[in-house]
């Protein structure tokens, strides 16, 4: 079982900059690969990033590659979300999931946490 809680969330200016963490609980976070998405109003949730158990494999959506940076920290069991240059479009409720398959896709998750707020705005 693994548990896991976002935070990290809030408002920003266009161009801006925020972090978000997921804080893990239980022995076997490395053994996960862990995952962000996101969710607008009225929208499905959508693939953001990836990060493999080791950390040495990352993916990104095309639409977030090379403004977020996606990392982990096992000794503390915690995944990072790094976002800049922020856009009005990237406004959303961010999840984090912890998958023993594979990454891009919803069903491939076994965990998620309760999301956090990002909203992007002027």
């Known amino acids: 079982q693994v548990q896991l809680v976002e935070s990290g969330g809030g408002w920003v200016q266009p161009g801006g900059s925020l972090r978000l963490s997921c804080a893990a609980s239980?022995?076997?976070?490395?053994?996960?690969?862990m995952g962000w998405f996101r969710q607008a109003p009225g929208k499905e949730r959508d693939f953001v990033a990836a990060?493999?158990?080791?950390?040495?494999?990352?993916l990104y959506a095309d639409s977030v590659r090379g403004r977020f940076t996606i990392s982990r920290d096992n000794a503390v069991n915690t995944v990072y979300l790094q976002m800049n240059s922020l856009k009005p479009e990237d406004t959303a409720v961010y999840y984090c999931?912890?998958?023993?398959?594979?990454?891009?896709?919803?069903?491939?998750?076994?965990?998620w946490g309760q999301g956090t707020q990002v909203t992007v705005s002027s």
């Open positions: 990060i493999s158990w080791s950390g040495g494999d990352t």
């Open positions: 239980g022995r076997t976070f490395s053994s996960y690969g």
């Open positions: 999931g912890a998958s023993s398959r594979g990454y891009e896709a919803l069903n491939e998750y076994d965990y």
